[in-house]
Structures are given as C-alpha cells and as structure tokens.
C-alpha cells in the first residue's frame, strides 16, 4: 500500500495564499513524479502542478505564475505555493504520485498511479 498525506487545505479570501504539503510513504519505492491536481463537481480532474524525480515541473494553464510547486530532498514530500487565489479554484485538492510499488513481499513491482484523499480549498469573493 501506498499512503500520501495531505495536509494545508482551508478557507481563504480573494487574493490570499494557501501552502499544501503532500508526504509519500509505504510501498512506493521508487517516486518519478509527483504533484496535484484538482476537481470540482461535474468536471473533469484538472491537472494543477507536477514535478518529475528529476525536478521538471509541469502546470495547469490556469495556475501558471500563481502556484509553485517543490519537494524536500528525499523527494517523497511535495508542497503546493498557492498565491493570488481565485473563487474559481476552490477545488479538492489531490495528491498524487507515479512510481515503482512493491507488490508483493517476494519481490513483485509495477509502475502504479496514486492519489491522495484531497484536501478541501475554498475561495472566498
């Protein structure tokens, strides 16, 4: 099993900022990428921001020079700057993480997509 824990969402006014940290643990042993995205009620999953292993970010076109994202050194915990907010990125926030999970106790791995419970950010006008 694989765990990402989210933490940093809440409620905020119009222009305010929020930080979001993501920490990844258990059968994940190799993390290739890892990063956000975001959904709202009858709309698709919305890519925010990702950053490969080898520190490559990639952003969603509507967070672009508003949101950062970064990692710690081991590279298994990534934050979210979230600056400038909008009311239209309230969103629940999920965390997720592409790599190399262990299977099985004997040895059995496979290149996995995770994700994260999410964590409510709201935007107030």
């Known amino acids: 099993q694989v765990q990402l824990a989210e933490s940093g969402g809440g409620l905020v006014q119009a222009g305010g900022s929020l930080r979001l940290s993501c920490a990844a643990s258990g059968r994940i042993v190799i993390i290739r990428a890892m990063g956000w995205y975001r959904q709202v009620p009858k709309k698709e999953r919305e890519l925010v921001a990702l950053i490969s292993a080898g520190g490559v970010t990639v952003y969603g076109d509507s967070v672009k020079g508003r949101f950062t994202i970064s990692r710690d050194n081991a590279g298994n915990t990534v934050y979210l700057q979230m600056n400038s907010l909008k009311p239209e990125d309230t969103a629940v926030y999920l965390c997720?993480?592409?790599?190399?999970?262990?299977?099985?106790?004997?040895?059995?791995?496979?290149?996995?997509?995770?994700w994260g419970q999410g964590t409510q950010v709201a935007v107030s006008s």
């Open positions: 997720y993480a592409h790599g190399r999970v262990e299977l099985t106790a004997e040895g059995t791995y496979a290149e996995r997509d995770n």
